[in-house]
């Protein structure tokens, strides 16, 4: 068997796990911060962009638990792909957490439509401005290690879209006190929603990938067959199996026709093809040869 090993990624992770810690703290005691003034001030966009938050503080603990897991041993023997799906789990719970607050946000805003709430949009434009401050400051912190680590690059763009939502309180804390309608803070809390929604179900699409073990974004199966078949010696490619880990983690099992001679070729071209070509993490490769009766692999 051949063993491509990516262990750049853990130890990307967790030299920039530092950045992920500070930034949680942030998000997280601010989070409570603006759960607070939402509740207090009756405004729907601080809530909206409160339940927002939440997940971005559920996102930066998954990415700070998937860096503390990826180097910890495993002292039962039982979990031979470790424990990096618990980041895999911890996004599920957050797509949950945002689709139940966009459900939240749309049925406060219909239940309001033809009253007039009271609205304190001084308390929006203050919470609002400095929800804005911690999430700059996120940004730049996060930003140092977001181009080599895919954990904080993740968490990075969670917090881009947050300051988008702070924009938008600000924003409807200025139309509020303009115009004095507080039409404004329930149409920017509606506009968050959607685009919490939306976010949400693309996250579940991808967590739906990972868990029901689908090819990872980006590599077609076949262009995988194409390439292992033009490796010299290889005649044969069959049972292809390429899936994801965790995110930027792919692993792959194949197994491989080739002369008996060409076998120690074939094993450390295509393990070095798959790793630097196709970016799969760990893969096992069975080379077989031509003169073999049948394949010995699994039946399904």
Do not use: K
Request: aromatic content about 4%; glycine content about 12%.
């Amino acid at each position: 068997m051949g063993h491509g090993h990516g262990h750049v990624e853990a130890h990307a992770g967790g030299r920039h796990r530092w950045r992920l810690a500070v930034a949680f703290v942030l998000v997280a005691g601010f989070f409570g911060v603006e759960l607070v003034a939402g509740l207090v001030s009756g405004s729907l966009a601080l809530l909206s962009d409160a339940g927002h938050m939440a997940a971005d503080v559920a996102t930066l603990g998954a990415a700070l638990v998937a860096t503390r897991i990826a180097t910890r041993p495993d002292p039962t023997g039982r979990r031979t792909f470790g424990s990096y799906r618990a980041e895999v789990f911890a996004s599920g719970l957050a797509v949950l957490l945002m689709l139940g607050v966009s459900v939240y946000i749309v049925v406060e805003a219909v239940g309001r439509m033809g009253a007039r709430p009271d609205v304190a949009s001084g308390t929006m434009l203050l919470v609002g401005g400095l929800g804005l401050v911690v999430n700059l400051a996120a940004l730049l912190l996060l930003r140092g290690g977001a181009g080599e680590s895919l954990n904080v690059r993740g968490a990075y763009l969670e917090v881009v879209a947050d300051t988008l939502g702070s924009v938008g309180v600000v924003v409807a804390a200025l139309l509020v006190a303009g115009t004095g309608n507080a039409v404004w803070d329930t149409v920017v809390a509606l506009a968050i929603a959607v685009f919490v929604a939306v976010r949400a179900v693309m996250l579940g699409r991808e967590v739906v990938a990972v868990l029901g073990q689908h090819a990872p974004h980006g590599i077609e199966p076949t262009e995988l067959v194409t390439a292992l078949t033009g490796v010299d010696g290889v005649t044969d490619v069959h049972d292809l199996h390429v899936w994801t880990l965790t995110s930027g983690m792919n692993v792959a099992t194949v197994h491989l026709v080739a002369g008996g001679e060409a076998a120690a070729d074939v094993l450390a071209v295509s393990t070095e093809l798959l790793r630097e070509r196709f970016g799969i993490a760990h893969a096992t490769i069975q080379v077989e040869s031509r003169d073999q009766a049948h394949c010995s692999g699994a039946d399904w």
